[in-house]
């Protein structure tokens, strides 16, 4: 299965900064999703990257698949306490393949 | 409404007794999956399966069974549970090459 690093581990902000949460992959990835995990919660799907040099926005967040498809970010603007979560990158699945490996997470903490 | 539901939603257990964890997806999906997350290790897939009687290991199926007699079900069994099996699971479905519909979770400790 692809392995996935995501960085940080951990991030904590103030209301109102901007932040970026990175996601990296030992392989070309056929695309990538993202996720975000409120605590004790299920994954919530955020956002589908599949082509090189794609960028998505929903609200506040844009995330981006650099061309060679090895490394996603994650960015948000001016972050508010809703953004507060654990943001995890997930591999699209390759044609038959569906062993799915995700990233470590990364836990956010917004101070009001 | 759409939904994967996980059941129980927490569940205390001794060493040794057998337990099921059910799942089940109302969507008609062909793929299901299951996974635990543990703090610093993130999510981990356990099993999955691709349709009815077709399931498949995932990076941590030790001690772990699964069956898919049917498609909107996918239980996840410990013959054996033993307390390094203490964590968070999830039940996820998709449709092929779409996002996952996550369930809520089930918390399970064993002592």
């Known amino acids: 299965s692809q392995e996935l690093e995501q960085s940080p581990q951990s991030l904590i902000v103030q209301e109102g900064k901007n932040l970026t949460i990175n996601c990296t992959s030992s392989?070309?990835?056929?695309?990538l999703y993202w996720y975000k995990q409120k605590y004790g919660e299920g994954l919530i799907f955020l956002m589908m990257?599949?082509?090189?040099?794609e960028e998505k926005s929903h609200e506040k967040i844009t995330a981006k698949l650099d061309e060679k498809k090895q490394q996603s970010s994650l960015h948000i603007t001016a972050s508010q306490p809703s953004h507060a979560g654990i943001y995890l990158c997930?591999?699209?699945?390759?044609?038959?393949?569906?062993?799915?490996?995700f990233g470590s997470g990364t836990q956010l903490t917004v101070l009001p | 409404e759409a939904q994967v539901t996980q059941n129980p939603r927490y569940l205390i257990t001794v060493t040794g007794k057998k337990l099921t964890v059910t799942c089940s997806q109302n969507?008609?999906?062909?793929?299901m999956s299951w996974y635990r997350q543990d703090p610093g290790l993130g999510l981990r897939q356990i099993y999955y399966?691709?349709?009815?009687?077709?399931?498949d290991k995932g990076d941590v199926p030790e001690g772990y069974k699964v069956s898919r007699k049917e498609k909107r079900n996918f239980p996840l069994i410990l013959e054996s549970p033993s307390p390094n099996q203490t964590s968070l699971y999830f039940c996820?479905?998709?449709?092929?090459?779409?996002?996952?519909?996550f369930g809520n979770g089930t918390r399970l400790t064993v002592t």
């Open positions: 969507m008609n999906h062909e793929y």
């Open positions: 997930g591999p699209s699945p390759s044609g038959s393949a569906r062993q799915l490996t």
């Open positions: 990257l599949q082509k090189g040099g």
């Open positions: 392989k070309t990835l056929y695309g």
């Open positions: 996820a479905s998709s449709l092929n090459n779409s996002p996952l519909h």
């Open positions: 399966s691709m349709n009815v009687e077709v399931t």
